[in-house]
């Protein structure tokens, strides 16, 4: 088995560009093949037997030798990819030696084996078109015409009457006629059906391709949205440090009153502040501007409770003062593979629904589960007003929304249902009105341990 399908991958290993060609290529080798060995092993196997080669015969084995010789090059100009050049040399022996012999003995005596004929109308049919089937039909009818005129002048030198050399004409012209007919509709459908299909791919393609783009800037869109919803509290949270600096650089006008000795400290007291003060800002801004610019998607290997502790600061600028946020992790590494970007934006649109859903106080927690070697479950839990049967049956439609026009385009969760889903991983809710919601969000666990962050 190992052999046959490793003969067959050699023969579809052809260098052929033209993806038609590329298909038939096997096929094509395989006949060459074909009479490359048998012809040869057809007259071996007659001489080894006791047969003799009369003068008559000599030719025929010329002729079949060549035959054989073309083919194995043909073959050779297929490895090369000379896909057409080698179809013609074959068919132009074919159509040589027939033409040979009808006007060595005429038609009626080859009529009982058509194959030969057949062959070359369907090989230039199939394998060189429409163009090339006609142009066959011509020649063989010019050959069918040098054996009838054998015939007719076979039957004068016999004496017998012309007409019965003539008698299978008709059939001949309307048969071969009829079938090349066949042969060229049937190949203009191929042909056509073949362009309609490379034509629908092509279209699927660039569907395909517009839609990753438009995934894209949605997912873009759905940041932007999750960073203007920050925008005031990280007012808020500059306000404050810009309030530490102002307030250790007024430390200046007391230097004046401090012993010397103690200058030098308070100085440096009052910078260390400001550092701190000002790393606390840098550190705000760096993830901010990274949750919101727009890169292509890299997935890594994270931990996913780490992920979650990293955007605690974000988490507590996006909700209200009054809103408790709470992380509960495992002993165990979370090992997930996700785009950080998309998974930040996965827990701050969440978060940005139950800040909705509670208004100024109330109680936001993510808990993070490992119930078995395969799944990583976030649970991400509001003391809202929760949702009814109906809302929950429609939650993850891109457009539908509970709020007012301005407030939404409902499309954050079926963001999010998309981006998990390309992560291997899935988004349910559990909610009952007056008791909150729990969105339950499954990753798939990555084998061995997940970079963690010191904490």
Request: aromatic share 6%; no cysteine.
């Amino acid at each position: 088995m190992k052999i046959g399908r490793g003969f067959l991958d050699w023969l579809r290993s052809a260098p052929i560009s033209d993806p038609v060609d590329r298909r038939n290529a096997p096929v094509m080798q395989l006949l060459l093949l074909f009479y490359g060995l048998l012809l040869p092993a057809n007259w071996v196997w007659r001489l080894a037997s006791g047969g003799e080669v009369h003068e008559a015969r000599m030719f025929i084995l010329a002729v079949d030798m060549l035959i054989a010789a073309l083919a194995l090059t043909g073959i050779a100009l297929i490895r090369h990819g000379r896909f057409r050049p080698a179809v013609v040399l074959f068919l132009a022996p074919q159509l040589i030696s027939l033409g040979v012999v009808f006007f060595n003995v005429g038609v009626l005596s080859q009529l009982i084996d058509p194959a030969p004929t057949m062959l070359v109308l369907v090989v230039s049919g199939l394998i060189l078109g429409r163009h090339a089937l006609w142009i066959a039909y011509v020649l063989l009818m010019a050959v069918f015409a040098t054996g009838f005129a054998t015939d007719v002048r076979q039957a004068v030198a016999a004496g017998t009457s012309v007409g019965s050399a003539l008698v299978n004409l008709p059939a001949v012209l309307i048969s071969y006629t009829i079938i090349t007919i066949v042969l060229d509709r049937s190949i203009k459908a191929l042909r056509e059906s073949l362009a309609e299909s490379n034509a629908r791919g092509r279209e699927l393609q660039r569907e395909m391709a517009e839609r990753e783009r438009a995934q894209t800037q949605l997912v873009h869109a759905q940041k932007m949205e999750a960073s203007g919803r920050l925008a005031s509290g990280v007012a808020h949270d500059f306000n404050h440090i810009l309030d530490v600096i102002l307030g250790f650089s007024a430390q200046r006008h007391r230097l004046d009153d401090i012993d010397t000795r103690m200058q030098a400290g308070a100085l440096a007291d009052s910078l260390e502040g400001v550092e701190i003060a000002a790393r606390r800002g840098t550190a705000i801004t760096r993830k901010l501007l990274r949750f919101s610019r727009q890169d292509a998607t890299h997935p890594v290997v994270f931990d996913a409770a780490d992920g979650v502790d990293e955007l605690q600061p974000l988490l507590r600028q996006l909700l209200p003062p009054g809103v408790r946020v709470q992380l509960q992790r495992p002993d165990v590494p979370t090992p997930v593979r996700m785009d950080r970007s998309e998974f930040d934006l996965m827990i701050l649109n969440i978060a940005a629904n139950a800040r909705d859903a509670m208004g100024e106080d109330g109680t936001f927690q993510v808990t993070i589960e490992a119930p078995d070697d395969d799944h990583i479950l976030l649970r991400l839990t509001d003391s809202g007003d929760g949702m009814h049967a109906a809302m929950i049956a429609r939650i993850f439609e891109p457009f539908f929304s509970t709020k007012a026009a301005a407030d939404g385009t409902g499309l954050g969760l079926a963001v999010i249902r998309d981006l998990l889903t390309a992560a291997g991983g899935s988004i349910s809710v559990e909610s009952r009105p007056g008791h909150g919601s729990t969105f339950v969000v499954t990753l798939p666990r990555i084998a061995g341990p997940a970079p963690r962050t010191p904490r």
